[in-house]
């Protein structure tokens, strides 16, 4: 693992047990975070990538299980670890999540909890990694408010979720997740549950806040329009494997697996930039339109010079790379 | 906060007014008098009582008057504080029924204390280990609880008090000390027995309030403001009593209201067995002779403890949780 990277999962495998018998979540996926950038995950409904962002954590919970694979993170200064070897009680684990790794929901309204006023649950945060006293945290709490775009922080501090819109929620719980300055920020499908107006403003929020802190940002969206926006990196998931990877000018501009192309295709554009369709021209075209039940899964990622992966037979890469 | 109270207050006094009216109807529903109830008992004897000694008593208690009359007289007397007379004991209602009312509330109230303190802390320990043997084996020890009369459990507990340890266990007080003032003596008296009746009153309703405390804490275990508090590196201890269980826990807020009349009358047969100075067997009595204002006003101090204990939820849960307003 080199300085650059900042995280590396390697063969990462989650199963998930149930009466009708183990449902695999992720086989086995691989891929590195390098320091500084965005890194998007994109993929359908149930490809995995909530659970690789849970996995990250260790919030992945009964009757889910890690069976395999390691997570490497290393933070600035500090020697490289694997996440996944931490003791589940461990001092390491508890300092890892909201201090050196932060995360972003999708639901601003059910993130927070109803019956705590907003400054309790940010001042937590800091209260848990910091040995700081009340007044001290208030302060920092406050100025992070301030800092996310919420206005008169120190009132609203000791207002409760019920009195925030949905967007101002989000701010809030983005603020509880940078409070503590965290090297890496998860994000799932934070602007999900949002307008699209609003959507735009917490992109470029967390975009601006990125760059302020320095942090690396993992971003998981079903939205190629979101990892346009903000993303440098992109990891397309299917069904628990990755298909394809690169910059995210690799990916959108020239993808190389029929699946990314799909989902491209399945984007709302204006009439007329829109693929060509075989029948019933005015629907939009979904994924299953174009890729119908194929499955993606079998052929292992094969790295290619310029630095994208794809589980493609080789055949089928050197065909899609011909102009 | 005050304007809130004020208003609840005032709103209680229809409410009561309503109650009032009812319950001296209820009383009254029964065909014959606490006259007649007498008579009929006093000629099983086989004594005579002429029709003057009769009509004499009836025009003493008033009780010829229509019964507007009679009520009117009740509840006049009955907010001036005067509860009125109970005919079966001869007494003014106020010398039989302050000092049992009290042991009452204070039965209610350690039962429902020693209910609480038992069923919580096993209704988060079931939900956090959910499907483990733990969770089954409270589960049975909570339905056999449930299942259980309760006076079947007070009498098994008596015997099992006076075989083992050779203490009587009935009543709330030692024989000698029952009719004795007020000490530190007789206070560590009624310690020695109110446990009794506690854990017999309580048992009932730990099993029911275990239940709903797992269900409801199961419920708000996978919300997901417990992942973000998760995500944020509380230890899981802080975690759950800090979030879930404090939501989880607002239901039983809002129904201490209910419990009191539950726990009133639910100790009526407990009481019997084991022989306590509440209200239950009192009540029993003075129904069973149709004592009119004897019971009315009992039933009436029930009423007005019900309503004041549903505004004590109201209030507790308003300060518990900030989504209630007052307006």
Redesign the interface.
């Known amino acids: 693992m080199s300085q650059e990277q900042i995280l590396s999962i390697n063969n990462l495998t989650v199963e998930f047990g149930s009466e009708l018998g183990t449902q695999t979540a992720l086989h086995g996926i691989s891929f590195v975070m390098q320091r500084g950038r965005t890194t998007a995950i994109v993929g359908e409904s149930g490809s995995g990538k909530s659970v690789t962002a849970y996995s990250t954590l260790r919030l992945i919970e009964a009757p889910g299980r890690i069976t395999a694979g390691e997570i490497l993170f290393r933070p600035t200064g500090l020697p490289v670890f694997d996440i996944l070897a931490l003791r589940p009680d461990s001092d390491a684990l508890y300092n890892l999540r909201g201090n050196q790794i932060a995360m972003i929901f999708q639901e601003p309204m059910t993130a927070l909890s109803p019956v705590h006023t907003i400054g309790n649950q940010v001042m937590e945060a800091i209260l848990t990694h910091r040995p700081v006293g009340k007044a001290e945290a208030f302060m920092q709490a406050t100025d992070m408010l301030r800092r996310v775009g919420i206005n008169n922080a120190a009132e609203r501090m000791h207002q409760y979720p019920f009195e925030f819109s949905g967007g101002m929620r989000q701010r809030v719980v983005i603020a509880m997740a940078l409070v503590c300055q965290p090297e890496l920020l998860i994000c799932d499908e934070p602007t999900t549950a949002l307008d699209v107006t609003i959507q735009a403003e917490i992109l470029a929020l967390i975009r601006d806040l990125k760059d302020e802190f320095n942090s690396s940002v993992l971003f998981i969206t079903h939205d190629l329009g979101v990892v346009a926006q903000i993303a440098d990196d992109v990891v397309v998931m299917h069904q628990g494997r990755i298909l394809e990877s690169g910059s995210v000018r690799q990916v959108l501009k020239s993808p190389l697996h029929p699946y990314t192309r799909g989902l491209l295709g399945a984007m709302p554009g204006l009439p007329g930039l829109q693929p060509r369709r075989h029948d019933k021209a005015r629907r939009l075209a979904t994924v299953n339109d174009s890729q119908g039940t194929t499955d993606f899964g079998q052929h292992p990622l094969i790295s290619l010079n310029d630095g994208r992966r794809v589980a493609l037979p080789q055949a089928k890469i050197d065909e899609a790379l011909k102009p | 906060m005050s304007g809130f109270i004020l208003r609840r207050l005032l709103a209680m006094i229809p409410t009561l007014l309503i109650i009032s009216v009812i319950v001296f109807i209820l009383i009254q529903l029964p065909p014959g008098d606490i006259i007649s109830a007498t008579l009929a008992s006093l000629q099983q004897q086989g004594m005579e009582v002429s029709t003057e000694q009769i009509a004499a008593l009836r025009a003493q208690y008033n009780l010829d008057d229509p019964m507007v009359v009679q009520y009117l007289r009740w509840i006049t007397h009955f907010v001036q504080g005067d509860l009125g007379y109970s005919i079966k004991y001869q007494q003014p209602v106020n010398t039989l029924i302050w000092d049992r009312l009290g042991y009452t509330v204070l039965i209610a109230v350690a039962s429902l204390l020693f209910t609480w303190a038992l069923a919580i802390p096993i209704g988060i320990y079931s939900a956090v280990r959910q499907y483990g043997f733990g969770d089954y084996f409270f589960t049975v020890v909570g339905l056999l609880g449930l299942a259980i009369p309760n006076f079947m459990l007070a009498l098994i507990l008596m015997y099992c008090g006076y075989s083992w340890f050779g203490v009587s266990v009935g009543g709330l007080f030692s024989p000698e000390l029952a009719e004795a003032p007020w000490s530190s003596a007789k206070f560590m008296d009624l310690l020695k027995h109110i446990w009794i009746p506690m854990i017999v009153i309580g048992t009932a309703g730990t099993a029911s309030i275990m239940r709903v405390m797992r269900a409801n804490l199961l419920d708000e275990l996978s ?3 417990v ?9 899981p201890l802080k975690l759950i009593m ?2 879930p269980v ?2 989880a826990i607002n239901p039983f807020i809002s129904t201490i209201g209910w419990l009191l009349p539950t726990l009133i009358s639910g100790e009526a047969i407990v009481s019997i067995v084991l022989n306590l100075p509440t209200t239950g067997p009192l009540l029993l009595q003075a129904l069973l002779s149709q004592d009119m204002y004897l019971a009315g006003s009992f039933i009436m101090l029930l009423s007005i403890l019900t309503v004041l204990g549903m505004l004590l939820s109201d209030i507790l849960l308003a300060a ?4 209630i307003r007052y307006e």
Do not use: E, F, S
């Not at chain 2, 992942?227 to 230890?235: C, L, N, P």
């Not at chain 2, 518990?320 to 989504?323: F, G, Q």
């Open positions: 919300k997901p403001y992942v973000t508090a998760r995500a944020k590196g509380v230890r800090k979030y404090r939501i518990l949780d900030p989504r």
